[in-house]
């Protein structure tokens, strides 16, 4: 599932919900692209001190956290499908 997320000043994001295969062969240079400096710096320490295997947690959790963190900057969704599937995933109040 893709959620778009749009900005008071209207710049739009999409993020997808769930897995993130991206994060799974890619690891810490997702972060970069989508402009997360903090996340990326964090992932690339995290799977050097593990041997790669925080990669495999981060697989799970990066995409929950990148909508958290857009959502504490002010994004909010930008339809009323992202609306119900940020509701249904609770990273929203109905």
């Known amino acids: 599932m893709i959620v778009r ?8 994001r ?3 919900v ?3 295969w991206t994060v799974f062969f890619f690891g810490f240079l997702v972060p ?3 402009g997360d400096a903090k996340w990326a710096v964090i ?3 995290a799977s ?6 925080a990669q495999m947690v981060f697989c799970f959790t990066y995409n ?8 504490a900057k002010g ?4 339809d009323d499908y992202s609306r119900a599937v940020l509701v249904a995933k609770g990273y929203i109040a109905g």
């Open 43 to 45: 992932m690339f320490a």
């Open 14 to 16: 999409t993020a997808k």
């Open 48 to 53: 050097v001190l593990t041997l790669f295997l």
């Open 64 to 71: 929950g956290t990148y909508i958290r963190e857009l959502l």
């Open 5 to 12: 997320l749009v900005s008071e000043e209207g710049e739009m």
């Open 32 to 34: 970069i692209c989508r």
């Open 18 to 20: 769930g897995f993130s």
């Open 75 to 78: 994004f909010r969704p930008g």
